[in-house]
């Protein structure tokens, strides 16, 4: 069984950053290093959203809106992946969670139903 535990989450200005961490407890999960790491979002009224991803590889996977603004990065030797956010805009509003999932795919990355294992989540509001 995989645990994850997110933070980071809060009130920033529009333009402002933010940091969201990730903690995970992988127990006896010898292969929990294969894994891949990612980050999604809620806002209300709507689905979930990939918003990047970072395979055991090194390999990362961003959607459109936040390439170039954020950043994933993984600590394989502390379980934890964070996602640096630069130039929040109001519409990056939303619960943040994060995910693993087994290696697969990678065309199936952004789909939510394809990933194992989900964190409770972190709010993020991002005011004008």
């Known amino acids: 069984q995989v645990q994850l535990v997110e933070s980071g989450g809060g009130l920033v200005q529009a333009g402002g950053s933010l940091r969201l961490s990730c903690a995970a407890s992988?127990?006896?999960?010898?292969?929990?290093?294969?894994?891949?790491m990612g980050w999604f979002v809620q806002a209300p009224g709507k689905d979930r959203e990939f918003v990047a991803a970072?395979?055991?590889?090194?390999?990362?996977y961003y959607a459109d809106a936040a390439e170039g603004r954020f950043t994933i990065v993984r600590d394989k030797a502390k379980n934890t992946v964070d996602l640096i956010k630069n130039d929040l805009k109001p519409e990056d509003s939303g619960v943040y969670y994060c995910?693993?999932?087994?290696?697969?795919?990678?065309?199936?990355?952004?789909?939510?139903?394809?990933?194992?294992?989900w964190g409770q989540g972190t709010q993020v509001t991002v005011s004008f």
């Open positions: 995910a693993t999932r087994r290696p697969r795919n990678a065309n199936t990355i952004t789909d939510p139903y394809q990933w194992d294992y």
């Open positions: 992988a127990g006896t999960f010898t292969t929990f290093s294969t894994y891949t």
């Open positions: 970072l395979t055991s590889r090194g390999y990362t």
